[in-house]
Nanobody
């Protein structure tokens, strides 16, 4: 089992940047494909970014591609989400998640463990 704790959320103006972190504890972090999801009020929790176990492979939803960057540091058991050029529509609770798989996984049901979420609010 792995425990995930997100941090780094907050309030930022449109066009600004934030960096989210997700610290993992428990089983070997490098065994997990990691992903970031977000959930806006009244909407579904959507996948936005994923990264392979080694960090060599990254993939993004179209809504964030070119603006967000996912990365990981297996020595620190941490995955990051660098968010640039933020827009009001990026406002949501952001969750990191871990999947015990080598596949590219982009749906909620593919992930085994979840953090508690961190709020990101982008003002116009």
């Amino acid at each position: 089992q792995v425990q995930l704790v997100e941090s780094g959320g907050g309030l930022v103006q449109a066009g600004g940047s934030l960096r989210l972190s997700c610290a993992a504890s428990g089983r070997t972090f490098s065994s997990y494909t990691m992903g970031w999801f977000r959930q806006a009020p009244g909407k579904e929790r959507d996948w936005i970014a994923g990264i392979s176990r080694s960090g060599a492979g990254t993939y993004y939803a179209g809504s964030v591609k070119g603006r967000f960057t996912i990365s990981r540091d297996n020595a620190k058991n941490t995955v990051y989400l660098q968010m640039n050029s933020l827009k009001p529509e990026d406002t949501a609770v952001y969750y990191c998640a871990a999947a015990l798989t080598t596949a590219q996984v982009m749906t909620r049901g593919d992930y085994d463990y979840w953090g508690q979420g961190t709020q990101v609010t982008v003002s116009s």
